[in-house]
């Protein structure tokens, strides 16, 4: 039978009568399809620059033949070939000198890496190995280590990059556990020291794919870090601000600074700052819709009095707020309290707003709400007239926020990774994947520094030392002193705790700790590698 002519296929004439244009008789019809040579070129240079090397290192150790290097020197200087096992693959001796305990490291990034710990048995002090656990092996798997993290973290699902690249799921799975197991560090910039006042940021975010786990930014000088963080509580402020004074005091000596933090109005701050910051200046920017334009501004003195403005956000603003902020008329309006004031509006203006106005009693003198007292109230020159130790503090808010409003708005930049970040909502493992985005949008990812070197422990064998988070737990127990931790439970879902350990034991090779728990307010029991961090708590 004849093949059916290409002109009478029934829809290619419905192709050709809707598209003029592709018609025999128009010009476009004559020119046939053609890449450009520059895209093509373009085309060979990137799967030359990102496959080459995997190809050639992959080919060599599935054929067998040729010289492979020693994981330990990283050379071939002193290696000789041993035959081949059962399977085909190519045996070595490496007759240099070795240490009974070795650490191997590989480049993954600028600033990543990852490392596996080989030990030598030999009597002799060679090392006997394959091709499959040679150097060679070992950057083949770096050099797809990275291509599939950075599949995965720019929106490739892991079935994706096991079909594409060969990799196993085991693989791409324990790489993203060790990358999400790196406790993000404070960036300080180092032009902090030259400066008088130390300005920090909190903000709090959705992550836009959980409605569990959110995005904690804190801005130290214009310096962003993120944290992946379980709603706004104490144990999360608390975890964040014992972090950000470890990472200051390591450049400068907080006594000779002025420390202004600028938070929202959760009440997850205050109680953190007070412990970690007793110094510190707080300011404190209402959210809620109908108080919106509040501060709170939380300070002591030097004799221990812990005092509270409450005042308006356009105080130091070029263009004011139209119109009045709940009872705070003016735009300079302001009222002094003794004692922390956690409320943006302490004298019921919303509940009453209704009355008429001859009926509403304006909050007098010495009135108490709940821990503060009311003792001035009038316009911020006024008070500081009145009373001396606010100018120091006013100073400072007109200094930072000069021709602006009191707001943590300037945080919302910050949070322009939540667009990477949404492409992984079908994703499991959202608190994973989320401090692994983190991590890769981060500097210390980007930059090339010895100190902030991300290390990912590959291996399956442990160093003969005890890691030091057992050292921590066990001094704990014998000292009975609390601890805070990060405890990842069978869903990799994370938890920030305060703990007072009991006892530590093991059941078979897996070791556990009886502690009491102060988040749930009973005894629980915490398998030790889930706990990602640890730290002791005075």
């Known amino acids: 039978m004849a093949p059916a002519s290409i002109d009478n296929h029934p829809d290619n004439q419905n192709m050709l009568s809707s598209d003029k244009s592709l018609a025999p008789g128009s010009g476009s019809a004559r020119k046939p399809f053609a890449l450009r040579i520059e895209t093509i070129r373009r085309i060979f240079e990137v799967i030359e620059e990102r496959f080459a090397e995997v190809m050639t290192v992959s080919k060599k150790i599935c054929l067998g033949d040729g010289r492979f290097s020693c994981p330990i020197h990283g050379h071939n200087r002193f290696v000789v070939n041993n035959g081949h096992d059962t399977n085909g693959v190519q045996k070595c001796i490496c007759k240099g000198k070795h240490e009974k305990e070795n650490v191997i490291c590989l480049h993954v990034a600028p600033s990543v890496k990852f490392v596996v710990y080989r030990e030598v048995t030999s009597a002799d002090g060679r090392l006997y190995f394959r091709s499959t656990t040679s150097y060679d092996a070992l950057q083949l798997y770096a050099r797809c280590l990275k291509l599939s993290l950075d599949m995965v973290l720019n929106g490739a699902t892991i079935e994706f990059v096991m079909e594409f690249l060969g990799f196993s799921k085991a693989l791409i799975e324990k790489a993203l556990d060790m990358l999400a197991r790196i406790e993000p560090r404070i960036n300080v910039p180092d032009s902090v020291d030259s400066k008088d006042l130390v300005v920090v940021y909190l903000d709090f975010s959705s992550s836009a794919i959980s409605r569990v786990y959110g995005i904690t930014a804190a801005v130290v000088n214009g310096q962003p870090t993120l944290f992946v963080s379980v709603g706004e509580s104490y144990m999360q402020a608390y975890s964040v601000l014992k972090a950000l004074r470890e990472a200051l ?29 007793p110094k510190a200046i707080h300011v404190r920017q209402i959210h809620d819709k109908n108080q919106r334009g509040i501060i709170l501004v939380h300070f002591s003195v030097p004799s221990g009095h812990e005092y509270t403005i409450r005042m308006r956000w356009d105080a130091f603003s070029s263009k004011p707020y139209d119109g009045p902020i709940l009872d705070l008329e003016e735009k300079d309006s302001a009222e002094l309290y003794l004692g922390r004031l956690d409320v943006g509006d302490p004298h019921g203006f919303l509940r009453g707003k209704n009355r008429r106005q001859e009926e509403r009693r304006e909050p007098s003198i010495g009135s108490k709400f709940r821990e503060a007292t009311l003792i001035f109230r009038g316009s911020l020159e006024e008070m500081k007239r009145k009373f001396h130790f606010v100018c120091r503090i006013l100073v400072v808010l007109a200094t930072l926020f000069a021709g602006k409003f009191i707001t943590t708005n300037g945080v919302e930049p910050y949070f322009t990774v939540k667009a990477a970040i949404r492409r992984h909502r079908v994703t499991r493992g959202y608190a994973r994947i989320l401090r692994c985005l983190l991590i890769r949008h981060s500097k210390q990812w980007k930059l090339s520094s010895s100190r902030k070197t991300i290390v990912l422990n590959m291996s399956s064998r442990k160093p003969a030392h005890p890691p030091p988070k057992m050292r921590i737990i066990a001094d704990a127990v014998k000292t ?34 009886r502690a009491y728990c102060h988040l749930r307010n009973a005894y629980r029991t915490f398998r030790v590698d889930r706990i990602c961090h640890v730290e002791t708590v005075s």
């Open 480 to 513: 009975n002193r609390d601890l805070l931790i990060t405890y990842l439970d069978r869903r990799e879902n994370s938890t920030y705790r305060l703990i007072t350990p009991c006892e530590l034991y093991a059941v078979g090779n897996t070791v556990y700790l």
């Open 249 to 277: 005091e390591e450049k400068i000596c907080l006594e000779d600074k002025v420390v202004v933090l600028i938070t929202d109005g959760s009440q997850a701050y205050p109680i953190a700052v007070r412990e970690i910051f």
